[in-house]
DNA sequence: CCATCATCTTGACATTTGTCAATTCAGCCG
DNA sequence: CGGCTGAATTGACAAATGTCAAGATGATGG
């Protein structure tokens, strides 16, 4: 590993505080790798033997029953991933695959359950990182229950505009397929949502989307820090 | 605070493994009280004060936007909730009203964290109920993006009848109000897919549900460990 | 530059779910 | 016992969302 390399992992939320011994045991039982995109790393219910950390590119959680499969999560660096099923020694509840070229830390679960025991620190990183993974998700949750599909596209288009401070211009990070099933639709319906969407100054071309009255989307959006407010 | 009581609280999850230095600080920093039916306790939104525990009655966590509300999770003893809000020390993202009469240990958040710096044995039982209310919610938002309403409530009585282990009779613990906005659907809603159940042998009375053929609601509920067990 | 493949879009239609209003039902109190 | 209240059910209808099939579009490689 270069040390370029373990100072950007060295400055993860999750090694936040460790000493470097914790550091030092933990990334030389891990390994560092690249995958090319589509590749699938983890099915769910299977033993979760490593944490996931990514490093570089983009992950997706999903979940799949009566033949269908839907996006729950997609994760950028510096953030990782099934902490939960690490923490309980049990089974994975998420399937993940790269959606694009990725690097990531893969740190043994063993590992992870040592330096628990021997690093408060490191404890503490984690119920950081699992606190947040938890209001992440009641917020989509949250989004899903309480809001029609064109609301949560809407609220999207607003979440990445601010992300992206693209002065109401932004670029979609997805393809149309991806970002349907996160917000919980079809491909077919999320084109139609875009085609509502022409009526509040919407305009999409691609993968650019071009926001012209934020007031108007924001009407439309009602977006509230309680769902919708990112936190770090 | 009586030594009955006492005991009990010192049994639950939260308390393993804790010193009693740790636990006598904390309960003597704490309130024990019985609430009323129908007393909202937490507004989301509002700074999180107090870690909750419920030692008796029934709790439910809910959600609002648009003028509409949805029920998130019922909390049943021993567990405690929005311990993620109190990690973060951030604002609550979910209100909660009690069901019944329930009594309820309020820790001020403050001394939770105290308690973290202090006794790493309470932080690795932070850990786990963490992981666990993490796992419990990622399950329900599969159950909600994978399955329709029928598909949901018919996974519902298989898990009660699990639960309270009743030879295919099962008593709903909740009125239908509350579990149609569990399920996430409307009271309307929720009665016809009692009566599309007919036809799989279940037979409703009030409260009174009978499952003459946990077969053929099996084969329509299709329940899967990864979205239906509870694990604890 | 064309052929090809995948993605995206559109239209017609089916299904699911929600809404509103009316009615029934059950518990409770005087 | 009667009447009140809130919960639950039912029916008729509307709206939201999904499905299937057909085209359009766009990127890619020979």
Redesign the interface.
């Known amino acids: 590993m270069r040390s370029e390399e373990l100072s950007l992992i060295r400055e993860l939320p999750l090694f936040a505080g460790v000493t470097n011994t914790t550091f030092d045991k933990l990334v030389r039982a891990s390994y560092l790798q690249f995958f090319p995109p589509h590749v699938r790393l983890v099915n769910?219910?299977d033993p979760a033997d490593f944490l996931y950390v990514v490093v570089e590119g983009c992950l997706e959680l999903f979940?799949?029953?009566?033949g269908?499969d839907?996006t729950?999560a997609l994760v950028r660096p510096p953030s990782s991933f099934i902490?939960?099923?690490v923490?309980?020694d049990?089974?994975y509840?998420?399937s993940a695959r790269t959606l694009e070229k990725s690097r990531l830390l893969l740190i043994p679960a063993e590992n992870i359950r040592q330096a628990?025991d021997s690093d408060?620190a490191f404890?503490?990183a984690?119920?950081?990182d699992?606190?947040?993974?938890?209001?992440t998700?009641?917020?989509?949750?949250?989004n899903?229950?309480?809001?029609s599909t064109i609301e949560r596209l809407a609220n999207y288009l607003l979440s990445e505009e601010k992300i992206q401070n693209g002065q109401g211009r932004i670029t979609l990070p997805h393809d149309k397929r991806t970002l349907a099933s996160l917000l919980?639709m079809t491909p077919e319906n999320l084109s139609r949502a875009f085609g509502t969407l022409r009526q509040y100054q919407v305009e999409i071309n691609g993968r650019e989307v071009h926001l012209n009255s934020l007031e108007d989307l924001r009407a439309l959006a009602?977006p509230?820090p309680?769902?919708d407010d990112a936190?770090m």
Chains 1, 2 share one sequence.
């Not at 699992?130 to 209001?135: D, E, K, S």
């Not at 998700?137 to 949250?142: D, E, P, R």
């Open positions: 769910e219910g979940a799949e029953a009566n269908h839907t729950v902490l939960a099923a923490l309980t049990s089974t509840l998420l628990m408060t404890t503490h984690i119920v950081h699992m606190a947040w993974a938890y209001r998700i009641v917020k989509s949750h949250k899903h229950k309480l809001r919980g009602k509230t309680l769902i936190e």
